[in-house]
C-alpha cells in the first residue's frame, strides 16, 4: 500500500509533465536555422559585391546548392519555401444522448512564398555578382 502511494503522485507529475501548450509545440518544431531568416530584406541590406563567402555564410547560412559556372567560378543558391495554412472553425454540439446533433463551419486558406537567391564568386572567392527573386502565391 506504500508503494502505491508513492507511486500515484509520481505518475501524476510525469504524465503532467509532458503537456504542452500550442506556442510551446510551435517553439519546439520552429527551426533555427539561419536560412531560416533569409529574406530578399536582409539580402539586399547585407549582401555586396566583394564580400567573402566567409562574411556570406555568416549573414545568410550555407547555400541549398553550390555549382561552378562555364569558367568553374563558384555560384551558390538558396532557396526558401514557405507554406502557410490559416484554419478557423466554429461548432455547436448538442442533443439527446439518443439523437445527438453536430453542426460545424469552417474555412481554410493555404499560400505559398518562394525565395531564390543566386550569388556568384569570381576566381579569388569574393562575390562579383548576385540576384534574388521571390514570389507569393
Known amino acids: 500500500m506504500n508503494a ?14 509532458g503537456c504542452m501548450s ?15 531568416n533569409l529574406t530578399a530584406g536582409k539580402v539586399q541590406r547585407e549582401i555586396r559585391v566583394g564580400m567573402t563567402s566567409a562574411e556570406v ?10 555549382t561552378t559556372d562555364e569558367q568553374r567560378r563558384e555560384v ?8 502557410e495554412r490559416v484554419v478557423s472553425t466554429s461548432g455547436a454540439r448538442g442533443g439527446l444522448i439518443l439523437f445527438g446533433a453536430s ?8 499560400s505559398q512564398r518562394t525565395l531564390t537567391v543566386v550569388i556568384k564568386y569570381d576566381t579569388a572567392g569574393r562575390v562579383r555578382d548576385f540576384a534574388y527573386r521571390q514570389s507569393a502565391f
Open 57 to 66: 555564410v555568416e549573414v545568410l547560412g550555407s547555400p541549398n546548392l553550390v
Open 76 to 83: 551558390w543558391v538558396y532557396d526558401k519555401v514557405a507554406t
Open 22 to 36: 500550442a506556442s510551446e509545440h510551435q517553439a519546439a518544431v520552429g527551426s533555427t536555422k539561419a536560412t531560416d
Open 103 to 110: 453542426q460545424q463551419a469552417g474555412a481554410s486558406s493555404t
Open 4 to 17: 502505491r502511494i508513492f507511486f500515484l503522485p509520481v505518475a501524476a507529475t510525469l504524465a503532467l509533465a
